[in-house]
């Protein structure tokens, strides 16, 4: 081989060299962008797992017990919320209780007033104004009656009214209608249905006999609400209880009281008569 | 104390010991009881009250004419007025509470109304 073709031969080897140096490099440079886009796509990943609130799982102790804290932590706040709610409940309850027992309370107070007022004259005719005020303003009642039985007719008489003249209302006999029945029974009478209801004397919405133990000595008889009053509520109930007894004692005892204050008079007459 | 006079101006007893009874529960309250109309301005013009409260069918002076002459009375000008009457047509209603009255309500008695009502406009 001659110098020529040896230089040549170098020049080719050093071109392949250099040929293959050069792809080197180039491949050399696409690994780092491939590094370089990969990286980038993992930090994508892990900002995309924490915005979906995926926990990057850490695995250092620090981390583990940071983890721990906080279950234990969202178990407290649970079981606080819990409590909360418990409380709530309670605190709803009382409110509830309250309502019912300043009701109750209410209630008490009305019956206490009602039965004061009854047992608070012997006049006869002060405690028949004293049942009509109770059952216009404690009831509701607009138009009403009280009658009371005269034992030598077996005949129930009107003897007070409200919104109807007394001497409209006729006299019943014991047994008769719904009035004569509750005398017998003794039971306290409620219509059914107040619908299609016409104001009828004989027939009342409401009939409570006035009771001393088991005597009965008249009944009240109403026949028509004021307008807004369109049902009985459980304070007219024990009302109509109230009235059944401490009515009809306070008009028994009146009525006595008032027999014997004329028979009283009479004799006292007959004494000055006879002593002058 | 709140320390607020109430007039209560009610010809049945036993309605007036109802009203009365309850406004008791109120801490502080001062309470004058009056027959009717008549005998409820006599009242007002003795002393100076914060709450009147009255029922509309009265003998003597009904509660309607006692409104109206309380509104025109200077002095009680701006006091508040309740009513408290069996009277339940809306005519009735509108026309105490053109007269003057602030509140209106209807029998039967209904306590726990009344004292709701009285809290609401003496703000106590």
Same mark, same amino acid.
């Given at each position: 081989?001659?110098?020529?073709?040896?230089?040549?031969?170098?020049?080719?080897?050093?071109?392949?060299?250099?040929?293959?140096?050069?792809? @080197? %490099? *180039?491949?050399?440079?696409? $690994? =780092?962008?491939?590094?370089?886009?990969? !990286?980038?796509?993992? +930090?994508?990943? /892990?900002?995309?797992?924490?915005?979906?609130?995926?926990?990057?799982?850490?695995?250092?102790?620090?981390?583990?017990?940071?983890?721990?804290?906080?279950?234990?932590?969202?178990?407290?706040?649970?079981?606080?919320?819990?409590?909360?709610?418990?409380?709530?409940?309670?605190?709803?309850?009382?409110?509830?209780?309250?309502?019912?027992?300043?009701?109750?309370?209410?209630?008490?107070?009305?019956?206490?007033?009602?039965?004061?007022?009854?047992?608070?004259?012997?006049?006869?005719?002060?405690?028949?104004?004293?049942?009509?005020?109770?059952?216009?303003?404690?009831? @509701? %009642? *607009?138009?009403?009656?009280? $009658? =009371?039985?005269?034992?030598?007719?077996? !005949?129930?008489?009107? +003897?007070?009214? /409200?919104?109807?003249?007394?001497?409209?209302?006729?006299?019943?006999?014991?047994?008769?209608?719904?009035?004569?029945?509750?005398?017998?029974?003794?039971?306290?009478?409620?219509?059914?249905?107040?619908?299609?209801?016409?104001?009828?004397?004989?027939?009342?919405?409401?009939?409570?006999?006035?009771?001393?133990?088991?005597?009965?000595?008249?009944?009240?008889?109403?026949?028509?609400?004021?307008?807004?009053?369109?049902?009985?509520?459980?304070?007219?109930?024990?009302?109509?209880?109230?009235?059944?007894?401490?009515?009809?004692?306070?008009?028994?005892?009146?009525?006595?009281?008032?027999?014997?204050?004329?028979? =009283?008079?009479?004799?006292?007459?007959?004494?000055?008569?006879?002593?002058? | 104390?709140?320390?607020?006079?109430?007039?209560?101006?009610?010809?049945?007893?036993?309605?007036?010991?109802?009203?009365?009874?309850?406004?008791?529960?109120?801490?502080?309250?001062?309470?004058?009881?009056?027959?009717?109309?008549?005998?409820?301005?006599?009242?007002?013009?003795?002393?100076?009250?914060?709450?009147?409260?009255?029922?509309?069918?009265?003998?003597?002076?009904?509660?309607?004419?006692?409104?109206?002459?309380?509104?025109?009375?200077?002095?009680?000008?701006?006091?508040?007025?309740?009513?408290?009457?069996?009277?339940?047509?809306?005519?009735?209603?509108?026309?105490?509470?053109?007269?003057?009255?602030?509140?209106?309500?209807?029998?039967?008695?209904?306590?726990?109304?009344?004292?709701?009502?009285?809290?609401?406009?003496?703000?106590?």
């Amino acid at each position: 081989m001659s110098n020529h073709d040896d230089e040549k031969d170098v020049a080719g080897r050093a071109d392949e060299f250099l040929q293959v140096f050069k792809k @080197g %490099a *180039e491949f050399t440079q696409d $690994l =780092l962008k491939e590094n370089e886009r990969l !990286r980038f796509r993992v +930090v994508q990943l /892990e900002e995309t797992l924490k915005e979906k609130g995926h926990e990057v799982v850490v695995e250092s102790p620090d981390a583990i017990e940071l983890q721990k804290k906080i279950e234990a932590l969202e178990h407290e706040k649970q079981e606080i919320l819990g409590q909360i709610k418990q409380v709530e409940e309670e605190n709803q309850n009382f409110a509830n209780r309250y309502i019912e027992i300043e009701e109750e309370n209410n209630m008490l107070a009305n019956l206490y007033i009602a039965s004061y007022q009854l047992h608070s004259t012997l006049d006869f005719k002060e405690v028949l104004q004293i049942i009509l005020e109770i059952v216009i303003n404690l009831i @509701g %009642a *607009e138009e009403f009656a009280i $009658l =009371l039985l005269d034992e030598k007719t077996n !005949r129930l008489e009107p +003897v007070a009214s /409200e919104g109807v003249a007394t001497s409209e209302l006729p006299s019943i006999a014991v047994g008769e209608g719904i009035i004569g029945e509750a005398v017998n029974s003794g039971e306290n009478y409620f219509i059914d249905s107040m619908e299609g209801y016409q104001r009828d004397f004989e027939k009342p919405i409401v009939c409570i006999p006035l009771k001393i133990k088991e005597h009965v000595i008249g009944v009240i008889a109403i026949y028509t609400l004021l307008t807004q009053k369109d049902e009985f509520t459980n304070v007219d109930y024990e009302l109509f209880t109230l009235l059944a007894g401490h009515a009809a004692t306070a008009v028994f005892s009146s009525r006595l009281y008032s027999d014997s204050e004329r028979k =009283l008079s009479t004799i006292q007459g007959f004494i000055d008569l006879l002593t002058k | 104390m709140t320390g607020y006079k109430v007039l209560v101006v009610e010809d049945s007893p036993t309605m007036r010991q109802l009203i009365v009874f309850a406004l008791k529960r109120i801490r502080g309250f001062q309470i004058v009881e009056a027959n009717d109309g008549v005998d409820g301005l006599k009242k007002l013009s003795a002393e100076k009250f914060d709450l009147i409260l009255t029922d509309i069918n009265m003998p003597i002076m009904d509660g309607l004419k006692l409104v109206s002459m309380v509104r025109n009375d200077p002095n009680y000008k701006d006091t508040p007025i309740i009513v408290i009457t069996t009277e339940g047509a809306i005519e009735d209603r509108e026309r105490a509470l053109a007269l003057g009255a602030n509140e209106y309500i209807t029998k039967p008695i209904q306590t726990m109304k009344i004292l709701e009502t009285v809290k609401k406009l003496m703000s106590v």
